[in-house]
Structure formats: structure tokens, C-alpha cells
């Protein structure tokens, strides 16, 4: 049966009818079409599809899109403002921490769930932090360097 | 160096979509009137298939079809084809079982394909797949490649008895077995080169589509490699001429092999669209990767060693069972041969190596191409033993290493295991990589570990491999059905940008900016006004793809040829307008100039002029400015490298630590060194991985997939390994014209044996000799118990 699920995306008030199983990323990619949140596991490992709930990190494969009701949601797709990317993409990109592009989005969302509870995160506090977000690409050293430098760029130290 | 140009440190122009989400995988696009494929999926290892009952699942609601084995029979749908024939030591071809893409009559591995489920909704389409009933007679299975061959053993074909692949040799064994009789120390190991599964975290996914308007056909798929598909697809298995088929492979989300190969899916997909009358779409679940993506190594080997009385190498002798999975995948013949054997002097002067290669079927997912593929096997064995030589005779592995290297002045080198060596210093590699990791003061830090109670330990690992691969003459010569060249069109637009349209694949290779640092150094144009255009069969002339490292190597010289051609008619053309002759003109930084003079054309008004050719040489030349090249490398390149970890073991846990690793790597030429050592960080985890986590386990018994998930299969976290340590001592290639190497694998190749012989240094107090990867806790745990056990008998 379908039922119709509102939120609030990236500041853009949505609401779609989906069936009750819907998971949150597949209400985000198939019926809002942002194909920015990515799903690379279906065992809630890999981190991919890491996006904002009511200003927390959390893993959209792993909850229901009705779960989501009313609440704030942001992805990768409502962090640039005006063309302009947000430090911690810029960091990304300017310090090459990220390859095939698919962790990416997930790496981005979970850097600022980390930086915003811990702005000056140290190496080994970064390491330990990516725990739940998988990248088979970069092997994680030039990740650790652009969330450390987002988050310097961010006002942490 | 131009500050885009080559060498330069460029940020990527590809992060302008991937960072805020705009990107384009295959799941990402959605095609109007499109309906979900789900398959059904054998629960056995093996077992024949004795009934298909589709009634239930095709009254489910959404249903639109279910397609068996049986409808591709009628249909006369071939099987999937290997693109590559080994022969055996008789001379006689391997052995080449068919391969049905939905099973009809029989299931070889759990997840081969039995069934598709067409609906209006993947959960429809899920929800009816549960519906199909199969009959099976459920068969004894084999999926340990040691226990393939031995008499008894559930055979996998009828057509391969023995399971019997291939039985495959190089080299000169009676010289070797001449070295082995006579030499002063023969060193002997028995090693697993564990199965791995490559996990690109997108996972495959397809779109087949069908117009009946024009009778052409769509394949959207996550590939590394969309005309070796086409070809594939359309010429062998479902029979669709090159021109009513298009392959289009949008970003991809990271291969390391596994999608270069031809999967039953997509013949599934583009075969089922025109059954359906609609685009059929599919999307892998990460369970079904685990599943039914082809797989990594899976070797069990024999080696031996000798030397003569000043520790020189006389002689190597590999003897390796290598599994191919159940049915043979694209390019999986010659992964445990020509890219294998042929690599096992290294960088040694071993005077005489031979080896064979039995490829055995087995009851699981197919094994091919696993990033370095078949490189990462020889390097590991050779280092493995040159390790146990040194330690057996109880010399330092640096100077055993050093008394055997090949010398750069020995070059070009000729191995006795077919392959020349065009150069290299790999002497000068392992005194970089020893000198960085502070070789002499090891003892200090191992004291240092010790009195926190941990066991520390260095290996090294030295390394070549052959990349860039491949003169298409000597592939056709080794049983290869395609040639390995690429294909580069660069298309000058009339107001001076430039598209170029590559026949390379990049999916995290970053290709979009390299290749545009090429066009725009050696054409002197803005990077910005370079496209780099891939994965697209209607677009591009033609394509091998990326893999082997060859992107840059072979694709760049493609490029540069094209540019090459560009230049020669822009130097025409300007000649005709500046009244000189042709001989007369030079291009340089995007002018062309009349020499010693400066009557001169910017290169952006002779494209102009090329396409509003008023003022032209009509006579001589054809307007437009857009060539075309083919590349076909004269030889394979040759990066080589030295990698030395450092580890720390816990010894009352097991936890083995990298606490450094040392990488320094020669590619040639480097375009930018940022991305290089990006592909070195990436390639070194996932060696490291091997090393320390991953493991693919069936069950011996059921045959059943153990290690089908991220929960049983653990991919390696960005807190199981350091940031690295990583430089480059450039060599340039002498036989293509960017004097590149490739270096997309070289981290996988060099790390694990790195890790493994540090381990081994860590634990020699301990007394433990023998470890197969990989070094999970409870393994190393499990090693040092046994030692001390028998150091207590
Ligand atoms: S897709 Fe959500 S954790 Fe993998
Ligand atoms: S960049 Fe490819 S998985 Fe992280």
C-alpha cells in the first residue's frame, strides 16, 4: 500500500507517495532523483549512502523513509551554496580524496558529522571515526588528509 | 612545464560532478517505460536443474516476464565466450565448456543465473522471484582448487574431466632441474595465494533496451571496457551486429578488474528488453557481487629455489593449481599464465625458471582479473622465497636482494621466461626504499617495540611487472582472440576547443585530467577548453579499455599520435597562409611560427581556418581539423618498485599492526604525480588487504559462499592501515612516445609480500615459519600457538 511521506530536503519541503518499505535512500534517489546518495551494500557497511537526519549522520539503507517524516534531511547534493562547494568538498577536491566518486558522497556526509562534534579531529580520531565508510579506491590516505584539512578549513585548528 | 601541462599537480576536472552528487553511475539513470530484472539464483554449489516452474511467479502482481534457460536455448542464445585459448604442454587447446548465461540444464556455483523475474518494481520483481520453483538434484561439490584435480573429485563439466582447464608450461625445465641437482642450498615453500573478492563499491548494474523502430539495441552497463563488450556480446553470444548495438558505460564506480569481463547479466538484459518490448534495468545487490562478480587469485603453489655457494639464484621451479571458478570468464585463461609465469625472474638473473600452471574448474564464482592479476601471484611467490632464502642461509635480505638484482646497465634484458625488459634500476629502487624506511635502524626500533611487549618486523618486497599491455602481434601469438592497441580522435571545434574521444575507461583513474594535461601541453591550449569524452561505443571510433595499467600508456600514445596528426596538418595549413613551406613551419606552445622569423599563426585560427576555409590549401588538404589514431604498444612497459612494511604484532592477540610502509615506485614519466600516488595509496590497501583481512571462504563441504557479505569479507577500513610513505625514481619507458609506465597496480602487486615477510621477521623469535594469508588476528593468534606448541614437543 502506498502512503505519502513528507520532508524537508536539502531546505526544499517534499512529500511522495511510496510503498511502506521504502527505504529513506530509495524515497531520496527514486522518487526525489537525488542520485547523489549511493547504495554499495545491503548489510549496512559500507557507507555510501551516509546522509543528515535532524542534523545527525545516518545511514539511509538502514532506515525506512517513513522514519524520516518531517524531519530535516541534507545530502550531498544541498551542501554547495551558490556554485560555491562547501570547505569540506573543497578539501576533497583539493587534496585528491576521492577517485571512482562512488564512497564519496557517504566519506563527505560523515566528515561533517565527525568535524561537527569534534573540530580538530587527529589523525588516528579520523581513522577510527570512517569506521563505517568503506573505500576501496583512495586507500584512505588522502581521505584523512582532506577531512583533516575541511576541517581546518572550517574553523577547527 | 606548463602549468596545467604534464608533470604538474593538477586538480581533477572530474570532481566537479562527483563531489556534489551529479555524477552518472548505471543505477542513476532511469529509461522511460523501463521494468526491473531480478534473478533467481542457485542455492547449490551443484546440482542438476530437473524443473522450472514459472507458473506462480508469472501470476504475481507486476510481473511482466520470466525468462529461463530453456527461452535462450530456443532462442539460440550462445554462451558467454573466453577471450583468450591457453594450450597445454601436448600442444592441446584448453578445455572450453559452454557457458549458457541462464542455466538450462545444470547449476555450477551457488548464484549461477537459473531464472530472470521481469516486473514493474524491483520489489515486484523480488517478491516474484520467490515464486519460482526450481527442482534441483543436488551434487557433491569441489570448491578447494588443491582437491580439484585429485581422482574422486565431483567433476564440474562433463566436457573437462579431471576438471581439467589446462595444463600449461614455460621456460626450460631440464636446465632447471639440471640448477636444482647441482646447487649448493635449494629452498622449498608451499603457499596459498588466498581468493579475493575485488568489491568496486558500485556495485554492476545494467539497462538493456530494444527500438523496433531501428532495430538497435542499448546496453547501459558498469563496465570497464563497453566495445569489448559489444564485441562480445554482439558477435558471439546473442548475435547482433556491431552497428544495431550500442555499449555505453557512464561513470563507474571503480572496477580493479572485475568489470572488464562479459557477465551473463548483460546478455540477460539486452536479450530480454526486445523479448519485454521495454528497457530492462538491473542493479546488483552487494550479496550478489559477493556472489557472482569474478573473483581474485586463488592459487596453491609449490616453489623451489636454488642457489650456489655465493647465494647467487641458479634456478626457479613453480608448480601452481590455479581455479578458474566453474565457468571460464573473459579474460581468466590468462591470468595464471601469460600474465603470471612470464614474471617470475623479477628483478632477479636468475638464469633459468620454469613453471606450470594447472587451471582447474571448481564449484564457485568464476576467478579473472584481479587488480595486477597474475602479477600480484608472481611477485608474492618470488618474494616469498627470496625472504625464506635469506633467512634460511641467514644473510640480510637486502644483500641477498642487491648480489641478484639485474643491473640497470643490463639493459635491455632479456628474461628466460619470454619477456625483455626495455630498462630499469631496480637496484636503485631497493636502496631508495631501504634508505627512506631507515633499513640500519630497524634493531633499535624492534628493541623499542619489544619493551612494550610487541613483536616488530620488516619485510620487503621487490618487484616488476608487465603492464601496458599489449603488442597485439604477441598476444595473437599467445592465444589471445583480440588485439590490446587503443584509439584516441582528437576533434579541434572551429572556435578552438578541443573533445577528445578516448577509447580508455577511466573509472577512479582520473583520465579526464591527465589526458587533458597532455592536450593541453603539447597543444598549448587552456586545459579548461579540453573534454575528454569515454564510454560510449556511438561516440567513440573504437576501444580495448582500461585495464593492465594501460590507460596512459597505451591510450595516452594514442592520444599523442592523434595530436601528433593534428600538428602535421595545422603546420599545412599554416604554411599555405604564412606563404612558407611546410618544412619551414615549427609549432610550439600553440603557435605555429615560420623558424627564425615571427610571422606566425595561433593554433586556435588555424582551427578556425580549417573550418571556414577560405583562405586553405584546398589542393593538398581536406578542411576540418579532427584526426584519429590507433596505438599498438611495441612492447609491454615495465614498472618496477620496492615496498618495505614495517608491522607490530601483539603476540598475546594477534593484531598485526602496519605501523609503515615504504613504497617507492618507478612509472616512467608521470603526467601528475597527485594522482600517481593516489593509485599507489589504493593499490597498496588493497594488497595490504589481502595481507591483513580478506579472505574469500566457500565451504568445503556445501560448497556455500561463507564470506557473502562486508560482515564475513572485511574490506580493509581506513584504520587498518598507516598513511604511506610514497616516491617515485622515474626511468623513463624507451618505446612509447610519453615514456610512461602505468601504475594502477603496482601497490597491489608489491604490498602483500611486504606485509607477509614483515609479519614472518615479526614472528621468527616465536619460531613460526609457514603463514598463509590472510594475518587475521585469530590466524596469527592460531600460527604462534602452534609454534610454541611444537617448540614445547
Ligand atoms: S548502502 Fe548503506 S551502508 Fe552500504
Ligand atoms: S573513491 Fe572509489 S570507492 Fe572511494
Redesign the pocket.
Known amino acids: 500500500m502506498a502512503i505519502s511521506v513528507s520532508m524537508t530536503v536539502n531546505g526544499k519541503a517534499v512529500s511522495a507517495p511510496v510503498e511502506e518499505r521504502t527505504l529513506l535512500v530509495h524515497y531520496l534517489r527514486d522518487h526525489l532523483g537525488l542520485t547523489g546518495t549511493h547504495v554499495g551494500c545491503d548489510t549496512s557497511q559500507c557507507g555510501a549512502c551516509v546522509v543528515h537526519v535532524d542534523g545527525k549522520s545516518v545511514k539511509s539503507c538502514t532506515v525506512l523513509a517513513v522514519q524520516a517524516q518531517g524531519a530535516p534531511v541534507t545530502t550531498i547534493e544541498g551542501l554547495a551554496k551558490d556554485g560555491k562547494l562547501h570547505p569540506m568538498q573543497e578539501a576533497f577536491r583539493e587534496n585528491h580524496g576521492?577517485?571512482?566518486?562512488?564512497?564519496?558522497p557517504g566519506m563527505v556526509m560523515s566528515a561533517l558529522d565527525l568535524v561537527k562534534n569534534n573540530p580538530s579531529p587527529s589523525e588516528s580520531e579520523i581513522r577510527h571515526h570512517l569506521e563505517g565508510n568503506i573505500?576501496?579506491?583512495?586507500g584512505y590516505h588522502n581521505i584523512v588528509k582532506s577531512i583533516a584539512a575541511g576541517a581546518k578549513a572550517m574553523g577547527g585548528r | 612545464m606548463a602549468e596545467n601541462g604534464i608533470g604538474a599537480r593538477v586538480r581533477r576536472k572530474e570532481d566537479a560532478r562527483f563531489l556534489v552528487g551529479k555524477s552518472t553511475y548505471t543505477d542513476d539513470i532511469n529509461r522511460p517505460g523501463q521494468a526491473h530484472a531480478v534473478f533467481v539464483r542457485s542455492p547449490h554449489a551443484h546440482a542438476t536443474i530437473k524443473k522450472v516452474d514459472i507458473s506462480k511467479a508469472l501470476k504475481a502482481p507486476g510481473v511482466v516476464a520470466v525468462l529461463t534457460g530453456a527461452n535462450m536455448l530456443a532462442d539460440k542464445v550462445n554462451g558467454l565466450p573466453a577471450g583468450w585459448q591457453i594450450h597445454s604442454k601436448d600442444g592441446s587447446p584448453m578445455n572450453e565448456p559452454p557457458h549458457i548465461p541462464l542455466a538450462p540444464d545444470k547449476a555450477r556455483y551457488v548464484g549461477d543465473h537459473i531464472a530472470v523475474v521481469i516486473a514493474e518494481t524491483r520489489n515486484q520483481a523480488r517478491d516474484a522471484a520467490e515464486l519460482v520453483d526450481v527442482s534441483y538434484e543436488p551434487l557433491k561439490a569441489v570448491v578447494n582448487v588443491a582437491e580439484a584435480d585429485k581422482g574422486g573429485a565431483p567433476q564440474v563439466h562433463d566436457q573437462a574431466p579431471g576438471n581439467l582447464c589446462y595444463d600449461w608450461h614455460l621456460g626450460d625445465k631440464a636446465a632447471v632441474d639440471a640448477a636444482l641437482a647441482k646447487a649448493a642450498h635449494v629452498v622449498k615453500l608451499d603457499l596459498v595465494n588466498n581468493r579475493l573478492v575485488p568489491n568496486a563499491?558500485e556495485p554492476r548494474a545494467g539497462i538493456g533496451e530494444y527500438d523496433a523502430a531501428t532495430d538497435r539495441y542499448t546496453l547501459y552497463t558498469s563496465s570497464q571496457n563497453p566495445h569489448v563488450i559489444r564485441l562480445l556480446m554482439g558477435a558471439f553470444v546473442l548475435g547482433i551486429p556491431e552497428h544495431k548495438l550500442r555499449v555505453v558505460s557512464p561513470d563507474v564506480?571503480?572496477g580493479f578488474g572485475s568489470k572488464i569481463f562479459h557477465y551473463a547479466e548483460e546478455a540477460v538484459l539486452t536479450w530480454a528488453a526486445k523479448k519485454v518490448g521495454r528497457p530492462v534495468k538491473w542493479t546488483a545487490e552487494r550479496s550478489e557481487s559477493f556472489l557472482c562478480d569474478a573473483h581474485g587469485r586463488d592459487h596453491a603453489t609449490h616453489v623451489e629455489l636454488a642457489l650456489d655457494k655465493d647465494h647467487k639464484f641458479t634456478a626457479l621451479k613453480v608448480s601452481t593449481k590455479a581455479a578458474m571458478g566453474a565457468y571460464l570468464s573473459t579474460f581468466a585463461p590468462a591470468i595464471p599464465t601469460w600474465l603470471y609465469g612470464t614474471l617470475l625472474a623479477g628483478v632477479y638473473t636468475t638464469p633459468a625458471v620454469y613453471v606450470e600452471t594447472k587451471a582447474l574448474f571448481t564449484n564457485t564464482s568464476a576467478v579473472d582479473a584481479y587488480r595486477g592479476a597474475g602479477r600480484p601471484e608472481a611477485c608474492y611467490l618470488l618474494e616469498r622465497v627470496v625472504e625464506r632464502a635469506a633467512w634460511q642461509l641467514g644473510i640480510d635480505p637486502v644483500e641477498l636482494r642487491r648480489k641478484n638484482v639485474i643491473p640497470a646497465s643490463a639493459m635491455p634484458y632479456q628474461t628466460p621466461v619470454a619477456l625483455q625488459y626495455d630498462c630499469g634500476d631496480f637496484g636503485k629502487n631497493l636502496n631508495d626504499a631501504a634508505k627512506v624506511v631507515d633499513w640500519a635502524g630497524f634493531a633499535k626500533r624492534r628493541e623499542e617495540s619489544k619493551k612494550r611487549g610487541q613483536l616488530r618486523g620488516i619485510g620487503i618486497s621487490h618487484y616488476i611487472e608487465a603492464c601496458g599491455i599489449a603488442p597485439s602481434a604477441v598476444v595473437g601469438a599467445l592465444g589471445g582472440r583480440a588485439g590490446l592497441y587503443e584509439s584516441a580522435e582528437v576533434r579541434f571545434h572551429p572556435t578552438g576547443s578541443v573533445t577528445v574521444f578516448t577509447g580508455s575507461h577511466p573509472h577512479?583513474q582520473s583520465n579526464e585530467t591527465t589526458f587533458a594535461q597532455i592536450v593541453a601541453d603539447k597543444l598549448g591550449i587552456p586545459i579548461e577548453n579540453v573534454e575528454i569524452v569515454h564510454g560510449d561505443t556511438d561516440r567513440i571510433p573504437f576501444g580495448m579499455g582500461t585495464y593492465g595499467s594501460r590507460s596512459l600508456a597505451v591510450g595516452g600514445s594514442a592520444l599523442v599520435k592523434a595530436i601528433d596528426k593534428v600538428i602535421a596538418k595545422g603546420k599545412k595549413i599554416a604554411a599555405h597562409q604564412l606563404e612558407a613551406s611546410e618544412a619551414d613551419i615549427e609549432f610550439k606552445d600553440g603557435v605555429f611560427r615560420v623558424a627564425g622569423t615571427d610571422k606566425q599563426k595561433a593554433i586556435g585560427e588555424i582551427a578556425l581556418s580549417a573550418y571556414v576555409p577560405h583562405n586553405f590549401p584546398h589542393e593538398t588538404t581536406e578542411p576540418g581539423l579532427d584526426e584519429s589514431a590507433f596505438y599498438d604498444p611495441k612492447n609491454f612497459t615495465f614498472p618496477s618498485g620496492c615496498h618495505i612494511a614495517e608491522v607490530e604484532v601483539d603476540p598475546e592477540t594477534g593484531t598485526t599492526k602496519v605501523l609503515r610502509f615504504v613504497a617507492v615506485d618507478d612509472f616512467g614519466n608521470i603526467i601528475n604525480p597527485m594522482i600517481v600516488e593516489g593509485q599507489v595509496h589504493g593499490g597498496i590497501t588493497q594488497g595490504i588487504g589481502q595481507a591483513l583481512t580478506e579472505n574469500c571462504v566457500y565451504d568445503a563441504q556445501s560448497g556455500q559462499l561463507l564470506t557473502g557479505s562486508f560482515m564475513d569479507y572485511c574490506m580493509p577500513k581506513a584504520d587498518d592501515v598507516p598513511s604511506f610513505e610514497v616516491s617515485t625514481n622515474v626511468v623513463p619507458c624507451t618505446h612509447n612516445p610519453l615514456g610512461v609506465k602505468g601504475c594502477g597496480e603496482a601497490g597491489t602487486i608489491g604490498a602483500a609480500a611486504a606485509v607477509i615477510n614483515a609479519l614472518l621477521d615479526a614472528l621468527k623469535p616465536l619460531g613460526v615459519k609457514e603463514f598463509d594469508m590472510p594475518a587475521s588476528p585469530h590466524r596469527v593468534w592460531q600460527a604462534i600457538q602452534n609454534a610454541s606448541r611444537k617448540a614445547a614437543d
Do not use: V
Open positions: 576521492l577517485q571512482c566518486g562512488f564512497c564519496t573505500c576501496r579506491c583512495t | 563499491i564506480g571503480g577512479g
